[in-house]
């Protein structure tokens, strides 16, 4: 089985118990080799509440490692959520350990005040 399809199965069994509401969103993670996306998702409504990515200006105007940049993402993604009066939220590590730029993320939010 290839690494993909095993990351797949993963992501397919990890959506099976988490959903994100309007009050307490998802907060999914995809990370590719060169950037790191982060977005809130109201499952219900299927709608994004919140986005922010290692794309995003003020982030790739950075020269930092990757793994600092995904903190910043997710300290972004917090910063919004927070403007939008989220203050919890559900992870969703969309099939990748939990270690590494996930984890970045993770804690940039929860720095930025994302309790999960």
Do not use: W
């Not at 984890?103 to 930025?112: N, Q």
Request: proline share 1%; with cysteine.
């Amino acid at each position: 089985m290839g690494k993909l399809i095993q990351r797949q199965k993963i992501r397919y069994r990890i959506r099976k118990k988490v959903a994100g509401t309007a009050v307490k969103p998802r907060l999914s993670v995809f990370r590719s080799n060169a950037e790191i996306y982060a977005q809130l998702i109201d499952d219900d409504n299927s709608v994004t509440l919140a986005a922010a990515s290692s794309r995003d200006k003020d982030i790739a105007a950075q020269k930092v490692t990757k793994s600092e940049k995904a903190k910043l993402v997710g300290a972004a993604v917090a910063r919004k959520a927070i403007e939008l009066g989220l203050t919890a939220c559900v992870f969703d590590r969309g099939g990748n350990l939990y270690h590494g730029r996930v984890k970045s993320v993770a804690d940039g939010a929860r720095e930025g005040g994302l309790q999960f």
